[in-house]
């Protein structure tokens, strides 16, 4: 069966430090790879997708970055965080070119201090 | 504009007290829509795809239905573990990315 990890579950960063959040997909090959932010009490906001290796697509201009160096990979990155980047961070992932739903994992709570 | 709105925002009930959640969307094609369930500092849970007008799925207490124009989701006697933030999104023909709404935070009090 598959399954998507997402680390860490919280992380508390000063302002200016770079960040790297890391996704791994299991039980799967060449998924479609997502990283959403959530801020509270809104929907879901598309940062960056991927269709496979080194392919990245980003959907707001911002001051974050995605890498896929593995098939099964995603990371986000930061060279300097902003307090505007806290946030409940989301990877999902589901097959590629199908009408599935998104499988997501456990987010990441980030905190910019 | 491609646009999903929920509603209400929130939606407090009595347990066993029925109700439903609407989810309307504007798309200028619709391959299908998702309902999504959400606990507090959890990633969303995957709960139904619909794809075409009058279509209908259940589980447990919850069933999904879809019009040309709306999504509901209708909860039967609900229980205190249904309480969550449920999320609608939708997936237009023009691409195959999601459009979510801000979704619904149900209570249900014992």
């Known amino acids: 069966s598959q399954t998507i990890h997402q680390w860490p579950a919280t992380l508390v960063q000063p302002v200016g430090s770079p960040l790297s959040l890391e996704c791994t997909v299991e039980?799967?090959?060449?998924?479609?790879l997502y990283w959403y932010r959530q801020a509270a009490g809104r929907g879901l906001q598309l940062l960056f997708y991927s269709v496979g290796i080194g392919q990245i697509s980003s959907e707001v201009p911002q001051n974050l970055s995605a890498s896929r160096p593995q098939d099964r990979q995603f990371i986000l990155s930061s060279k300097k965080l902003l307090l505007s980047d806290s946030g409940f961070y989301l990877c999902?992932?589901?097959?590629?070119?199908?009408?599935?739903?998104?499988?997501f994992g456990s987010g990441t709570r980030l905190t910019v201090v | 504009e491609d646009q999903v709105t929920q509603s209400p925002e929130a939606l407090r009930l009595q347990e066993g007290e029925s109700s439903s959640l609407n989810c309307s969307y504007t798309?200028?094609?619709?391959?299908?829509l998702f309902w999504y369930r959400q606990d507090p500092g959890k990633g969303p849970e995957f709960l139904f795809t619909?794809?075409?007008?009058?279509e209908e799925k259940e589980k447990e207490r919850l069933k999904a239905t879809l019009t040309k124009k709306e999504s509901f989701l209708h909860i039967t006697a609900p229980k205190p573990e249904d309480s969550a933030t449920y999320l609608c999104a939708v997936n237009p023909v023009s691409n195959y990315q999601l459009i979510w709404g801000a979704g619904t935070k149900l209570i249900i009090k014992p």
């Open positions: 619909l794809y075409s007008a009058g």
């Open positions: 999902a992932w589901r097959p590629p070119g199908q009408l599935y739903g998104y499988t």
């Open positions: 798309v200028s094609g619709l391959r299908g």
């Open positions: 039980g799967t090959s060449n998924p479609n």
